[in-house]
């Protein structure tokens, strides 16, 4: 099974993408999220197809929701909630 | 023979107490031979015979699966019952009892077994068919509303403001035989059996077991040649095996938007037929039509006197109200917006999405994504998101290209048609998507 963050980046780079946003790779761990090139809309979508993917929205889960600034944050969000997972692709 | 040159068979200056009972209005306004055709069955006008052995009962509760039965039901009961009251054949034991509590009939008749169990029903009892020779009193009809998300309510009728709007044909070369495809329990459905039987029609009615396919391959070998459906349900008729190709002359649609990508499928199908299509409302018991084969109605509608008896009007937040003169406006629900000499229907004003505030109505989304080819179902909601509140997500149903393929096709077309936030976060695909029993899509 594809770890977490294979599933994150598959899905990040996919909508930079569709967002026409630049893309380096490997994504650095440091980029700041608000400033590579998606906007409000791009993450949205991000998180639902990541939902759809993965079963689960940390951010729902999560008491207080705290928004990740750099993409290891991000990462490190799905991770923490990766008991919650439910899909089982590989 | 053009649906134009209809008149309305209730003239509006009669008094409600004028009308007699169903059974005698259809024997006295129906020339037609032929009542009733279900399979294996064709009830003809010397079959009903007047009965007056009835002597005032009160109240009348039917349940019926099968759709002849219940049409010979009304015709039983109407004019004998003061309250005759149709609870839908799919509603829930539970919410029959709940129903029964309140109504304390004298008669409870039923064709569904688990109802059979209890005690206070007794079984669809036909073996003759019998009217009331004379009409002991003005029943009251008690219809279901569609209530797709609450429990549904009862509306009171009279066999008069159900039959407002029949139209009788005049002349006609051959009869307009009705395919009945609504619940005949319902308030579309009771428009088409009231427009056949009292409309100097015939009404050819299917089986509750009949699959779609099945109902349309009776109603070819029938003869059907008008039908009434919603425009979820007409699209799924259109791909079923259709072989009623040219007798088809009458088509109306109605109980949501009818939008141009359907009612050009239907004049593709169907070129000879007639296109009306409906908007009604169970409520204020009114409603017009439109026969230009275009989505919308045209402005005019809203300003000039018209022979229905609708009024219309839009209201501050874009809502049309509705009403008969000099009754009170009544809110639709329904969103619309005037473009030109063209009022559109954008959508239900509760199943709006709110994306980052950005207002989206899914009827929008829908109606795009139905414009490619090969899709033949959506259905868009709202899906909750952390950081925009609600998100746009679809289902589709398209089952003959990749899913892949058909999802890259769809993005692409969103995003060249719509502003961004409109464009799906998720697309979902299923193999049908479920209508109501008034033939609606559902969109829990």
């Known amino acids: 099974m594809k770890s977490v963050r294979s599933v994150l980046i598959d899905h990040f780079v996919n909508m930079l993408d569709r967002c026409r946003a630049p893309i380096e790779l490997p994504i650095p761990e440091d980029l700041i999220l608000l400033e590579c090139g998606l906007d409000s809309m791009g993450y949205a979508m991000l998180i639902t197809q990541l939902e759809d993917n993965l079963g689960y929205d940390p951010f729902l889960l999560m008491e207080e929701p705290v928004y990740p600034r750099t993409f290891r944050e991000f990462v490190g969000v799905y991770e923490r909630y990766a008991d919650q997972r439910t899909d089982s692709c590989a | 023979m053009l649906i ?73 009961w109407d004019g004998a019952a003061a309250r005759l009251v149709l609870l839908p054949a799919s509603m829930s034991v539970a919410l029959i009892k709940k129903f029964m509590a309140g109504l304390k009939p004298e008669r409870a008749i039923t064709d569904r077994p688990d109802l059979l169990e209890l005690a206070e029903w007794e079984p669809v009892n036909l073996t003759s068919l019998v009217y009331p020779k004379h009409t002991l009193q003005k029943t009251e009809w008690f219809v279901p509303t569609s209530g797709t998300t609450q429990t549904p309510r009862l509306v009171q009728h009279s066999l008069y403001s159900l039959a407002r709007t029949v139209k009788s044909v005049r002349n006609a070369s051959s009869p307009m035989r009705w395919g009945l495809l609504y619940d005949p329990a319902r308030f579309a459905g009771l428009q088409v059996v009231l427009q056949a039987l009292l409309g100097s029609g015939e009404l050819v009615v299917g089986k509750d077991s009949y699959s779609l396919n099945e109902t349309m391959a009776h109603f070819s070998a029938q003869g059907v040649n008008a039908m009434s459906a919603t ?210 899509m559902v969109r829990t």
């Open chain 2, 4 to 76: 134009n040159e209809l008149t309305p068979v209730l003239d509006s200056s009669l008094n409600d107490r004028q009308l007699p009972a169903l059974g005698l209005c259809f024997l006295s306004s129906n020339p037609s031979n032929l009542l009733l055709s279900s399979p294996g069955r064709q009830i003809t006008r010397d079959q009903i015979t007047p009965s007056t052995s009835d002597n005032g009962t009160r109240t009348v509760v039917i349940s019926i699966t099968d759709p002849a039965d219940l049409v010979l039901s009304l015709i039983r």
């Open chain 2, 231 to 440: 425009p979820a349900l007409w699209r799924k008729i259109l791909l079923c095996d259709l072989t009623c190709e040219s007798s088809v002359r009458w088509i109306t649609l109605g109980g949501e938007i009818a939008d141009q990508s359907v009612l050009n499928a239907l004049r593709e199908a169907w070129p000879k037929a007639s296109l009306t299509h409906i908007y009604a409302s169970t409520e204020a018991g009114v409603g017009f039509s439109v026969k230009d084969g275009l989505e919308g109605f045209p402005l005019s509608y809203l300003t000039e006197k018209r022979t229905d008896g609708c009024q219309l009007r839009i209201s501050d937040e874009g809502c049309l109200l509705i009403r008969r003169p000099l009754e009170p406006w009544l809110d639709s629900g329904d969103l619309v917006e005037a473009r030109g000499e063209r009022v559109y229907f954008l959508g239900r004003q509760n199943g709006t999405i709110n994306v980052g505030g950005n207002k989206v109505q899914p009827e929008e989304i829908e109606k795009t994504i139905l414009d490619i080819s090969d899709i033949t179902a959506v259905r868009a909601t709202g899906r909750r998101n952390p950081f925009l509140g609600q998100v746009v997500a679809v289902d589709v149903v398209c089952t003959t290209v990749e899913e892949d393929i058909i999802k890259k096709r769809i993005l692409a077309h969103c995003y060249e048609k719509m502003d961004g936030y409109k464009v799906p976060a998720s697309i979902r695909m299923v193999s049908e998507l479920p209508l109501t029993d008034t033939g609606k």
